[in-house]
């Protein structure tokens, strides 16, 4: 199955200082077909990009995909308090599905 | 709107068998695929098993032997059994659409909001 690493695993910003979540896979994505959720506390996964670099519907352009291949970057600019959660990355182009571990950010 | 519900017992005894299900509403169980994941307290997600409309199901080869997800196109539901059940099988499940219709190999959207399973005597 392919293993994704989240880095780092948690990180602490001020409110408009940029995000930079990496997403790194031990095999080429099929497709680029990597998404990015956000879970804040006591609420279930919410899709913010798929397709590695397309946006949800509903979901602020301060929210961005990126990468190719192994290597996939979710980038909030901007961040304000209310994106303090948990992001996750999952692959959904070779079954079992998987999911990285997550990075906590805090704002 | 598509609105995701799970449902099933808050508590099971090890070596009994887990059963959930998650209704549907707002929306057409065809032609979709229809997915279920699960997060242990406190750690991350793992993806259980998704089955399609038809009834052509997909599993976790590290819980296949346990699992069987099934569909009731005629009540818009479909179901999770995950028999053997030990403490490790304590999480929170969810249940889940995949985006597109027919699409096999896609993401997550919507969610449903959950249910609390714990494994113990």
């Known amino acids: 199955e392919i293993v994704l690493t989240q880095s780092p695993g948690s990180l602490p910003l001020s409110p408009g200082e940029r995000a930079t979540l990496s997403c790194r896979a031990s095999q080429t994505i099929t497709r680029n077909y990597l998404a990015w959720y956000q879970q804040r506390p006591g609420q279930a996964p919410r899709l913010l990009i798929f397709?590695?670099?397309s946006r949800a519907t509903g979901v602020s352009d301060r929210f961005s995909g990126s990468g190719s291949g192994r290597d996939f970057t979710l980038t909030i600019s901007r961040p304000e308090p209310g994106d303090s959660a948990v992001y996750y990355c999952?692959?959904?182009?070779?079954?079992?599905?998987?999911f990285g571990q997550g990075t906590k950010l805090e704002i | 709107q598509v609105r995701l519900v799970e449902s099933g017992p808050g508590l099971v005894r090890p070596s009994e068998t887990l059963s959930l299900t998650c209704i549907m509403s707002g929306g057409s169980i065809s032609p979709y695929y229809w997915t279920w994941i699960r997060q242990p307290p406190g750690k991350g997600l793992e993806w259980i098993g998704s089955i399609y409309f038809s009834g052509t199901t997909d599993y976790n080869p590290s819980l296949k032997s346990r699992v069987v997800i099934s569909v009731d196109t005629s009540k818009n539901q479909f179901s999770l059994t995950l028999n053997s059940v030990t403490a490790a099988d304590t999480a929170l499940y969810y249940c889940?659409?995949?985006?597109?219709?027919?699409?096999?190999?896609?993401?997550?959207?919507?969610w449903g909001q959950g249910t609390l399973v714990t494994v113990s005597s």
């Open positions: 999952q692959q959904y182009g070779t079954s079992p599905y998987t």
């Open positions: 889940a659409r995949h985006g597109e219709p027919a699409a096999r190999y896609n993401w997550f959207d919507p």
């Open positions: 397709d590695a670099s």
